[in-house]
């Protein structure tokens, strides 16, 4: 069946980058996404890349889309204490009725 | 900006009771969705709306029921509660159907005792 496969956490220092990987089994998505939840919240809208794109860059943010190995990839420049939050990816089934959300990335940076 | 709100933070209840948790979207979207969500488990979607009076059954649908009556408000409600349905609930709304970006309320942490 359909699938989003993510590594349940990361740990990092404060100032370096951080890098969460996601990959899919089956997608028809225009948008593939990352959401942010902070503890005790919902998630928010991080980013998101157009499927047809390669790559993505938002201030600190890199998005990185690689189709033939249905692989994506957030990349944090910089990381700081307040990046500290799990990280969903999340990308259409392959009927394109629903999104399919990963398990989420716990990402902990340290000072 | 799309704003979701959810009718409470946080919501102790005891085993047996009816639970009614209630979300509101004001960005006019058509679709509604309720997620719970547990540690390891990520996200999983219990209902959706895609049109008043409409909704269809998700992945985790046993224990649960919904209503949407009016466009903006979708609520979930919990029958009987049992301890298995202590968890963190989202609520999230998208404009198009299918696969369209979602935006989530803050979350309803319950707690059944």
């Known amino acids: 069946g359909e699938d989003v496969e993510q590594s349940l956490f990361l740990s990092v220092r404060e100032g370096d980058s951080s890098v969460i990987n996601c990959t899919y089994t089956?997608?028809?998505?225009?948008?593939l996404y990352w959401y942010k939840q902070e503890p005790g919240a919902g998630l928010q809208l991080l980013t998101y890349?157009?499927?047809?794109?390669d790559m993505k860059q938002d201030q600190r943010l890199t998005v990185l889309l690689n189709k033939k190995d249905k692989h994506l990839s957030l990349r944090i420049a910089d990381t700081q204490t307040g990046d500290s939050a799990i990280y969903f990816c999340a990308v259409a089934n392959q009927a394109g009725t629903a999104l399919i959300f990963g398990k989420g990335t716990t990402l902990s940076v340290s000072s | 900006d799309v704003k979701v709100t959810q009718s409470s933070r946080y919501l102790v209840k005891r085993t047996g009771e009816k639970v009614f948790l209630e979300c509101v979207q004001d960005?006019?979207?058509?679709?509604m969705f309720w997620y719970r969500q547990d540690p390891g488990l990520g996200l999983r979607l219990i209902y959706f709306?895609?049109?008043?009076?409409?909704?269809e059954k998700g992945d985790i649908p046993e224990g649960y029921s919904v209503s949407r009556e009016k466009k903006e408000r979708f609520s979930l409600i919990l029958e009987s509660a049992s301890t298995s349905q202590t968890s963190m609930y989202l609520c999230?709304?998208?404009?198009?159907?299918?696969?369209?970006?979602?935006?989530f309320g803050p979350g309803t942490r319950l707690t059944v005792l």
């Open positions: 999230a709304s998208s404009l198009l159907e299918g696969a369209d970006t979602q935006y």
């Open positions: 709306s895609y049109d008043v009076k409409m909704k």
């Open positions: 089956d997608s028809s998505s225009t948008y």
């Open positions: 890349i157009f499927s047809n794109m």
């Open positions: 960005m006019d979207h058509e679709n």
